[in-house]
T-cell receptor, first 114, second 111 residues
């Protein structure tokens, strides 16, 4: 049984470009959360998707948007990339009934903006 | 003030040492608490949940003090393989499923 899978593993973009990151949740999980982890910091919550809708959002600008598909997979889109968007982007899935339970993360996508 | 605060370290200890990490959180309504471990350039992985009564998993002991809003992790008989960053994590108020991470404490165990 595959856990959470993310693609791509690494990505290099230039300032001003747009990027799309992808996440497939663990089998049986219907809720997907995205986190950004800058170097030397803990992960920061970006947003969470359930039933194809953004359920809650962290303190990130509108340049960060997402989508969830009927098969529960999810995308994170970032427009107008800034150097400060360079980070490890982590996806985690959970069953909705597991709210308050620990999350299990995918391997992450390491984004470098030059 | 950060929602979850940890001493970033690094903590440099010899093999076999006992080391303790502390963490404070600001929101008294937080319901669930965890310690995660993160190896260099890898994703965080759940180490253990933290319960009010305290709990132990082998060489690892976690404690929670709700009155002081304080969480601790004790590692006994440190191994080289324990070298990693340890992240203190609490759930946001309202049990929404959102996790709030501390900055992490780096542990380096030396031979």
């Amino acid at each position: 049984d595959a856990g959470v899978t993310q693609s791509p593993t690494h990505l290099i973009k230039t300032r001003g470009q747009q990027v799309t990151l992808r996440c497939s949740p663990k089998s049986g999980h219907d809720t997907v959360s995205w986190y950004q982890q800058a170097l030397g910091q803990g992960p920061q919550f970006i947003f969470q998707y359930y039933e194809e809708e953004e359920r809650q959002r962290g303190n990130f600008p509108d340049r960060f948007s997402g989508h969830q598909f009927p098969n529960y997979s999810s995308e994170l889109n970032v427009n107008a990339l800034l150097l400060g968007d360079s980070a490890l982007y982590l996806c985690a899935s959970s069953p909705l009934t597991g709210v308050g339970s620990p999350l299990h993360f995918g391997n992450g996508t390491r984004l470098t903006v030059t | 003030r950060k929602e979850v605060e940890q001493d970033p370290g690094p903590f440099n200890v010899p093999e076999g040492a006992t080391v303790a990490f502390n963490c404070t959180y600001s929101n008294s309504a937080s319901q669930s608490f965890f310690w995660y471990r993160q190896d260099c350039r890898k994703e965080p992985k759940l180490l253990m949940s933290v319960y009010s009564s305290g709990n132990e998993d082998g060489r690892f002991t976690a404690q929670l003090n709700r009155a002081s809003q304080y969480i601790s992790l004790l590692i006994r008989d440190s191994k080289l393989s324990d070298s990693a960053t340890y992240l203190c994590v609490v759930t946001a108020a309202g049990n929404t499923g959102k996790l709030i991470f501390g900055q992490g404490t780096t542990l380096q165990v030396k031979p």
